[in-house]
Nanobody, 125 residues
Framework: QVQLVESGGRLVQAGGSLRLSCAAS????????MGWFRQAPGKEREFVAG????????YSADSVKGRFTISRDNAKNTVYLQMNSLKPEDTAVYYC??????????????????WGQGTQVTVSS
């Protein structure tokens, strides 16, 4: 079992930056692929970015490429999402998730095995 706790979400103005963190429990964090998803009211949960177990490979959704960066620190059991040039359409609850298959970075939410409770990001115009 893996427990995930997200933090860092808050209200920010358009054009601003935020860094989300996701702290994971367990000694096998470094074995997992990690992903960030988001869900806005009335919309489906969508993939934002993913990173493989070593941090060497990452993949981001087109909507955030060039603005968001995913990274991880396996010594701290933490994955990050650096979000720059935020837009009102980035407003959503952001979730981190674990995929126990370390060799892929899936973009479908149902390929992930464990989820955090989410953190709210609100971008004002």
């Amino acid at each position: 079992q893996v427990q995930l706790v997200e933090s860092g979400g808050r209200l920010v103005q358009a054009g601003g930056s935020l860094r989300l963190s996701c702290a994971a429990s367990g000694r096998t964090f470094s074995s997992y692929t990690m992903g960030w998803f988001r869900q806005a009211p009335g919309k489906e949960r969508e993939f934002v970015a993913g990173i493989n177990w070593s941090g060497v490979s990452t993949y981001s959704a087109d909507s955030v490429k060039g603005r968001f960066t995913i990274s991880r620190d396996n010594a701290k059991n933490t994955v990050y999402l650096q979000m720059n040039s935020l837009k009102p359409e980035d407003t959503a609850v952001y979730y981190c998730a674990v995929d126990r298959d370390r060799f892929r970075i899936p973009t479908m939410w149902n390929d992930y095995d464990y989820w955090g409770q989410g953190t709210q990001v609100t971008v004002s115009s």
